[in-house]
C-alpha cells in the first residue's frame, strides 16, 4: 500500500545534479543524501509540488521542468523532474546538512533512499 506520494526534482547543470544529506532529526532516511522535494499536499499536482519545494528548498524557480518517471514501493511513491532551466543558484535553505553538485556517474556512491537508485539508472540512460 502506497501511504506518502512525493515530488522529487533533479537540478541539473552540464554532467552533474543538485543533492542534499537529509537532516538527522529525519525520522525517514535520516543522513541520507536525496533530490530536493517532498510530499504533494491535496490539491496539488506534482508539478505544483516540485516548483513549490525547489522554491521552499534550495530557493530556485523552475523555469522548465521534465517529468523523468513515476516509482512506487509499499511506502511511498515518488514523481521524478528534471530542471535543466530555473533562475536563481540552488542553495541550503532549510533542514538539510549539506548540498553539493554531484557528477551523474558518481550520484549512487551516496547512501539514497531505495527508490532514488532507479531514478539515477533512468538519468543515466536518458543523458549518458
Ligand atoms: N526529497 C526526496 N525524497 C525522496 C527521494 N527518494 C525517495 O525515495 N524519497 C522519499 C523519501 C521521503 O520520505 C519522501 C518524501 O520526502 P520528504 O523529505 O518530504 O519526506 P519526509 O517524510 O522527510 O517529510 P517532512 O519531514 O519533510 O515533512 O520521498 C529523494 O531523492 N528526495
Redesign the pocket.
Known amino acids: 500500500m502506497t501511504i ?1 506520494k ?1 515530488a ?1 526534482g533533479i537540478i541539473k547543470k552540464g554532467d552533474s545534479v543538485f543533492m542534499c544529506q ?1 537532516s538527522l532529526q ?4 535520516p543522513g541520507f543524501w ?6 504533494i499536499e491535496p490539491g496539488e499536482t506534482a508539478e505544483e509540488a516540485i516548483k513549490r519545494e525547489l522554491y521552499e528548498e534550495v530557493g530556485i524557480g523552475a523555469v522548465d521542468i521534465k517529468h523523468l518517471g513515476y516509482w512506487e514501493n509499499d511506502s ?1 511513491s ?1 514523481d521524478a523532474f528534471v530542471v535543466d532551466n530555473y533562475t536563481g543558484e540552488p542553495s541550503i535553505k532549510e ?1 538539510q546538512i549539506a548540498c553539493k553538485w554531484v557528477l551523474i556517474k558518481d550520484a549512487d556512491s551516496y547512501k ?5 537508485y532507479p ?1 539515477n539508472e533512468r538519468l543515466r540512460s536518458v543523458y549518458k
Open positions: 506518502l512525493a522529487i537529509r529525519k525520522s525517514t532516511y536525496e533530490y530536493p522535494g517532498g510530499k511511498y515518488i533542514n539514497l533512499p531505495p527508490l532514488t531514478v
